[in-house]
């Protein structure tokens, strides 16, 4: 027992402060396991074959997921959330885009326990994906084949299979569930497709090598990068028409973006400067480019569902950069796997 | 977004417009757009350098037919690529004729098989308004004195070859330059233009020696000179089956010198790479300037490379990559203006804000003084003992590098050719 010093306060007094310490303890703790495992940030590491799992309330590495054990031959890229952030879609494939291969496929991760569930069979080297606002859709490019796909989420069977251009790459769906838009690098298009007729719609033309889309909250339009035109295209989704294209630069390289959940922005990882252009989304104006301790190469960019914190997944320093996004400064930066691709946040368990 | 910028890309949408309204409406209808795109490929029937770009020139026209042809149907274009093979300029402008007249070609492509041959196509372009792409021919000339404003290269100019090769060899600490290059007119202009690199962009290095050579001459005294030169490098401006017979050469008489040799067409393929090391293990063996390199495999390369592997078997060589481009880019001419007339086929070619994907990571463009279309080249290692084909070759360099954040991209691909002040072309 260790001696302890005399206390000089009165009964009364102990009895309060006491009181008020605990009280004071209670809510670090209800505040501690609030913040704590809040969201996770998934990042696919295309080179090491794996998945970083980070802590956001951390900023720590919580865990690796192997994808395969056969780093440079089989790699992850794209992801995709759940829409109640409770399991990760990664698109896998393998470093030899032939036709179809036994390494194409989704997984399914399970964030409550970082275990792969399930598997989603998707020949023709999958890159990029998205998943339906209900969840019952997976929506998957096949750059091999210069297709799009969609799948059961559940079963894993394929509902249907469309054409949509050269080196197909980006995928979203609309926030109604109703448009699947699917963008091809090689033909410089967004091919539309109705998720409920199973059909295309049309094709869209945006900029050059267009490799990601997404839509606004509301749904009433679409953002699509395009690397090589370093520009990003505005699609009004009830007319499926370009209405605006945003100039960030030809050296920009612009690949994922990510829209603010509360605030009007939406956030563009440039790749070729390093960079993640910041894009007022009413004026589609540039207002801030975030360069200052960013990794290099930034392709992937994703931002926690409370519209607190953006990370990007840097390829060429094999790092997530964290950034704040009401100062649009980055204020962390955390070693992930070898050739970080892309971000998706997931909710994790309380 | 500058008002420029923005009317520009306000006319582009318009145009996007059009073409989305017409695809919506049309696709079970008469096509949206007639594309008929004539190539004039080589068929020389010669040596097995020259065999295997011509093969490689006919793949990958092949290919890019079926990849655009797709896209094509899936847009509602009447998508046709008609190639020709020819040996002379004589054959090559009958062939032009004949696809003009029975295939109303829109774009002509061509370029393979020497200058003399291109140089009829451009002329015969001209004088038939028809855009016409050389995927092939270096000559400087055809961007000079000779250049034609229907006239647009894909190919690099001798001047970006040149630049290229003196910017990594200079760099490399490569100070003094002993120079063996053919007789007559191109010969010295080659000479000249590399010995204006080495003293006006890359400083510190100079030619000690120049030799013109006819074939295989006194292989010892060369050898001896360069010695005696104290030489860091030695250059061959000589066509590529001759760079082959004077590596062999050069390598018999001891000669450990590092080799820079000129990257005619001939001389950018796997074959060559195989014949150059038989010749001479060690000298062969050594570093090539290619337009595109089968082992990229970053831009997207990778994945074009992987499925012209699976195709035919072999690695892409610079050649297949040309002719598939060429096709792409006059697609593309005709796509985006959504016209297969030609002024609007120019008109996108030189628009201000055209850019172009080559695979090579960067948007690249046409040079308004001589459509010379800016773009990056790469320095391959030579495997010494590498069976397999694809890997004979290894990236050891891109010139100019792709990210250097904080410059102007077009700033940058402009290091290597010819800019305006040194332009003799005058359309």
Known sequence: MRNRPRNPLPTRARTLALALI????????VFASAQEGQYRVYVANEFSADITVIDAATA?????ISISGRPGEVRPRGMAVSPDGTLIYASIS??????ETPEDKILVID?????IINEIRAGGNPERLAISPDGTQVWAALEALAQGAGYDAATGEQLGVFRVGIESEGVAVSPDGRWAYITAEATHTVTVIDTQKLEVVTHVLVGNRPREVDFEKDGSVAYVSAEIGGSVTVIDTTTHQVIDTINLGLDSRPVEMAVDPIRPRLYVAGGGTSSVYVIDTDTREVIATVRERMGRRPWGVAITPDGSLIYTANGLSDSVSVIDAETLEVIDEIQAGRGAHSAAIGVAPQ | MSNK????????????CLLLVSWSAAQNSAPVLQMSIGAIAPDRNGTILEEAVDRAVAQGLEMVTDEFGFNAEMLNIDFAVTTEFVATAEEAVNAAERLLSEQEIHVLIGGWGGLEITRALSNWAAANRIPFINAGASADVLRGEACQ???FHLESSDAMYLDAMAGWYVRSGFRRWFVLRIPGEWGEALHDRLDWALRERHFGARIVREREVSGIEDAAAVADRIRRDNADVVVLLVPAAEQIAWLEALEAEGITTAIAAWPDPESQSRTFMQASREAAPTLGSGQRILAFEATLDRYGAREINARYRQRFGEPMDPPAWAAYQSVKIAYEGMFFSRSSEAEAILSTWTAPNAVFDLWKGIGTSFRPWDHQMRQSMYLV???????DPFAMGILV??????YLPGTDPIERLDQMGDLEDRSTCTF
């Open chain 1, 22 to 29: 605990t009280s004071m303890m209670f809510a670090l703790a």
């Open chain 1, 94 to 99: 393998d470093f030899n885009p032939v036709l």
């Open chain 1, 111 to 115: 964030v409550r326990t970082n275990e």
């Open chain 2, 381 to 387: 290692k030579i495997r010494e003992d590498e069976p």
């Open chain 1, 60 to 64: 720590q590495v919580i865990e690796t």
């Open chain 2, 5 to 16: 910028l923005r009317t520009a890309h306000n006319t582009f949408l318009a145009f996007a």
């Open chain 2, 149 to 151: 404003l229907t006239t």
């Open chain 2, 397 to 402: 360099g891109e010139l100019p590098a792709i």
